[in-house]
């Protein structure tokens, strides 16, 4: 009896030493570090402009960011901490400039922390457009508007230091209403030129341009206006040519016996195409034949106190829309 107790006392020792001798495991040293590339981060817009508004946040698959301490620092300097503090907003300065971010993430529970570093690069690139084949007339100030069916040219001119010191180095992508053109891209090709859609208002086209090296993106998208073109009435003088300084309106009254009328297709899509349109004019209704000079028409009033309508149609039969008509009333 008593060396049953004795065997059972000594058992009861031996197990309370081995529990109190079990080598003690810190969390630290059990917890798996995080990676910084498990740290994703999302910026927008992607490729900012100067002084434009720019957001950062942070997301990860692998820890709770809504419980981690984050810092944020520029320039060695803390602008922003706290737990949870996942997302930063700030002004982007001005062209060939670059802000550039240290984040210090420390998981909820945890003594170890991972560092991320973000560079954000303002970029910036100009498009511009124009038409190709728009018609206006001689001394018209301004360029013309894109009519139905007319030829768009869009250029990209990159315009700060960063692109410029490795320009015949960049890598172009078109896309026309969020639809990439494979063929209008590549390498130098800063470029583009395409005939609008007959059924649009207005042409949105993108351009995204990158260096070779990938130390420069930039990315825009502008809204191109589809403008119906317009005929406009002026009067032509023997001596002084076309009078472009004062449009001829309804009820205009001629008081010469002869009196040259020009029409002015202004946008139409006419320039280098001029032989694929034909033209219809009209006095009070009634066919006339064409003009020698297709955009000039010859009025001499028989009577005296009455009015007389001319109109003409300008068409280019090959396209569904590139047509324009005009109609001017004139006192006799």
């Known amino acids: 009896m008593i060396n049953s107790r004795i065997k059972f006392l000594t058992s009861m020792a031996f197990i309370f030493l081995s529990v109190f001798f079990i080598p003690q495991t810190s969390i630290a040293e059990l917890e ?3 990676q910084e590339s498990e740290i994703l981060v999302e910026t927008y817009p992607e490729n900012p ?21 984050i810092e944020w620092q520029n320039a060695g300097k803390i602008i922003l901490s706290g737990i949870g503090k996942t997302s930063y907003s700030f002004k982007a300065l001005g062209p060939n400039s670059a802000v550039i971010l240290t ?6 529970g945890s003594y170890t922390k991972v560092t991320k570093q973000i560079v954000v690069k303002v970029s910036e690139i100009d498009v511009l457009w124009e038409s190709v084949d728009g018609y206006t007339p001689p001394f ?19 315009n700060t230091s960063t692109i410029k010191s490795g320009k015949g180095n960049i890598v172009y992508k078109w896309a026309v209403e969020d639809n990439n053109v494979s063929n209008a891209g590549g390498y130098n090709k800063d470029a583009y030129i395409f005939t609008n859609n007959a059924l649009k208002n207005k042409e949105e086209v993108t351009v995204s341009a990158s260096s070779v090296d990938n130390q420069y993106s930039s990315k825009k998208t502008i809204s191109i206006p589809i403008t119906p073109a317009k005929i406009i009435f002026y009067k032509k003088s023997p001596t002084d040519g076309v009078l472009y300084n004062q449009a001829l309106i309804d009820n205009t009254f001629i008081e010469e016996e002869e009196l040259i009328v020009v029409a002015e297709p202004y946008f139409l899509a006419l320039k280098n195409n001029e032989n694929l349109f034909d033209y219809k004019w009209k006095i009070n209704g009634n066919d006339i034949d064409t003009p020698s ?3 000039e028409l010859t009025i001499r009033p028989a009577d005296r106190g009455g009015f007389a309508t001319i109109s003409v149609v300008m068409e280019n039969l090959n396209t569904f829309l590139q047509k324009v008509t005009g109609q001017l009333k004139i006192t006799l």
């Open 103 to 108: 984040v210090n993430i420390t998981p909820f």
């Open 49 to 69: 402009e100067p002084y434009q508004d720019i957001s950062i946040k942070l997301t990860s698959y692998s820890i709770d960011l809504n419980k981690a301490k």
């Open 293 to 295: 000079k297709k955009t």
């Open 140 to 158: 018209y100030k301004g360029k013309s508007f894109v009519s139905p069916e007319g030829l768009i040219k869009v250029v990209a001119i990159p």
């Open 32 to 34: 798996v570090p995080i």
